[in-house]
């Protein structure tokens, strides 16, 4: 029997993949998975012969299969169930991260990302461009999201991020690697997977481009306007700069009787651990996270494991969880939590404490002072 090629690439050096490959992959016939590919065709109105090539089979008989490009292959298994897609989608993402790697050790330094990036430098993309892109509604492919990841297996919380709306509500949304970014679109119609492939596309060759893009060039010194103009630029710079301490140092000076030393507030402009929160509001970290659990608010999981907010308070924007992953001595891959309570869950939970008498007047009109001042004017010990 002749062996079944992985990949290859077409005309345009664009990585490839054959009908008889994805049949493999999923366990289907080849005459469905052609018809499949047939019908795709027709409806994205593609001329299927351009996509034809012939092979001999066992018999030394010649057949025809159709080769197709890595847009057309993930739109193709849309049809198909998580776990075909995604046999599919990794056996070609081995193939795109070998020639990626290729391409990196080329480029310069200076890298920057157009889309959020994981540690392996891979761009992440977002549910919310997915709403925009199929004009669905975010909940509904956060709803997607989900169910996609329980059906793999995957912890959700190791996609989950919180972002701000144009009212200041906080949200969840979800940043998925590009192979289980595919998993959602294949659940999707021709046409929608078609945007969003499209987007995903034009957003990895703009991050390849910035990529490449040295990150600074010096002046020609050898040409006396640019050199002048790099000067005057530099002057500019440093006068802009001197003005802007000036006027930072007179606004602290004024505001200084305004000012209330304490540690507590370090850093209230982002979300807060469990033990600074309890601070804040005058507790002990035991007995907060005992009141916390009292008023319904945390569950404790098994075992020796730190407390998790409830559902309904992480999406009100009063708790968030932030994931951690580690190597443990052995080699294997561990995670960690940590709960946090949001600048708006603090003023939440001291409102909440006050009208059950669990904190002072005093004390809630300090946390609620401070957290009306600007980040410039909350001071640390």
Same mark, same amino acid.
């Given at each position: 029997m002749?062996?079944?090629v992985n990949?290859?690439?077409?005309?345009n050096?664009?990585m490839?993949?054959?009908?008889?490959?994805?049949?493999?992959?999923?366990?289907?016939?080849?005459?469905?998975?052609v018809r499949?590919?047939?019908?795709?065709?027709d409806?994205?109105?593609?001329?299927?012969d351009?996509?034809?090539?012939?092979?001999?089979?066992? #018999?030394?008989r010649?057949?025809?299969?159709?080769? %197709?490009p890595?847009?057309?292959t993930?739109?193709?298994?849309?049809g198909?169930?998580?776990k #075909?897609r995604?046999?599919?989608?990794?056996?070609r993402?081995?193939?795109i991260e070998?020639?990626a790697?290729e391409?990196e050790?080329?480029? /310069?330094?200076?890298?920057v990302?157009?889309?959020?990036?994981n540690?392996?430098?891979?761009?992440?993309f977002?549910s919310?461009?997915?709403?925009?892109k199929t004009g669905?509604?975010?909940k509904?492919?956060c709803r997607d999201?989900?169910n996609?990841?329980?059906k793999l297996?995957?912890?959700?919380l190791?996609?989950?991020?919180s972002?701000?709306d144009?009212?200041?509500?906080?949200n +969840?949304?979800?940043? /998925? =690697?590009?192979?289980?970014l595919?998993?959602?679109l /294949?659940?999707?119609?021709?046409?929608l997977?078609?945007?969003?492939i499209?987007?995903?596309y034009?957003?990895k060759?703009?991050?390849?481009r910035l990529?490449a893009k040295p990150?600074f060039?010096?002046?020609d010194?050898?040409?006396?306007?640019?050199a002048a103009r790099? @000067?005057a630029d530099a002057?500019?710079?440093?006068?802009t700069a001197?003005?802007?301490?000036?006027a +930072?140092?007179?606004a602290?000076?004024?505001?200084?009787?305004?000012i209330v030393?304490?540690?507590?507030?370090l850093n209230?402009?982002t979300?807060?651990? %469990?033990?600074v929160?309890?601070?804040a /509001?005058? @507790?002990?970290?035991h007995?907060f996270n005992?009141?916390l659990r009292?008023?319904g608010?945390?569950f404790k999981k098994?075992g020796s494991?730190?407390p998790?907010p409830?559902?309904p308070y992480?999406?009100?924007g009063?708790? +968030?969880?932030? @994931?951690?992953?580690?190597?443990?001595?052995?080699?294997e891959?561990g995670s960690?939590?940590?709960?946090?309570?949001t =600048?708006?869950?603090?003023?939440?939970?001291?409102?909440?404490?006050?009208?059950?008498?669990?904190?002072?007047?005093?004390t809630?009109?300090?946390?609620?002072?401070?957290?009306?001042?600007?980040?410039?004017?909350?001071?640390?010990?």
């Amino acid at each position: 029997m002749r062996k079944i090629v992985n990949s290859q690439s077409n005309d345009n050096g664009e990585m490839t993949m054959s009908s008889r490959r994805i049949a493999e992959l999923t366990g289907k016939r080849h005459s469905h998975v052609v018809r499949d590919i047939l019908t795709m065709l027709d409806r994205l109105g593609e001329d299927a012969d351009n996509f034809v090539a012939h092979y001999k089979d066992t #018999m030394n008989r010649t057949q025809k299969e159709y080769i %197709l490009p890595r847009n057309l292959t993930s739109t193709l298994v849309a049809g198909y169930d998580v776990k #075909m897609r995604k046999a599919v989608i990794e056996d070609r993402w081995e193939d795109i991260e070998a020639q990626a790697h290729e391409r990196e050790t080329e480029q /310069l330094s200076g890298e920057v990302a157009v889309e959020p990036v994981n540690q392996d430098g891979e761009i992440l993309f977002s549910s919310r461009m997915i709403a925009e892109k199929t004009g669905k509604l975010h909940k509904n492919v956060c709803r997607d999201i989900r169910n996609m990841l329980d059906k793999l297996g995957e912890t959700r919380l190791k996609f989950e991020r919180s972002y701000r709306d144009a009212s200041g509500k906080r949200n +969840t949304e979800y940043l /998925l =690697p590009e192979r289980y970014l595919m998993n959602v679109l /294949l659940g999707y119609s021709v046409e929608l997977r078609d945007r969003v492939i499209t987007e995903v596309y034009r957003l990895k060759e703009e991050n390849a481009r910035l990529k490449a893009k040295p990150a600074f060039e010096l002046p020609d010194f050898t040409n006396p306007v640019e050199a002048a103009r790099a @000067w005057a630029d530099a002057v500019e710079q440093k006068n802009t700069a001197e003005k802007v301490a000036n006027a +930072t140092t007179k606004a602290l000076e004024a505001a200084q009787p305004a000012i209330v030393a304490s540690e507590t507030f370090l850093n209230t402009a982002t979300d807060m651990n %469990l033990n600074v929160a309890a601070k804040a /509001l005058g @507790w002990g970290p035991h007995k907060f996270n005992d009141k916390l659990r009292d008023l319904g608010f945390l569950f404790k999981k098994n075992g020796s494991k730190p407390p998790m907010p409830k559902a309904p308070y992480i999406d009100k924007g009063i708790f +968030t969880v932030r @994931w951690m992953t580690f190597t443990k001595p052995g080699g294997e891959e561990g995670s960690s939590y940590t709960t946090m309570v949001t =600048p708006k869950g603090l003023l939440y939970l001291a409102d909440r404490f006050h009208s059950k008498g669990l904190i002072t007047t005093e004390t809630h009109k300090e946390v609620k002072a401070q957290m009306s001042l600007p980040l410039t004017y909350r001071s640390a010990a």
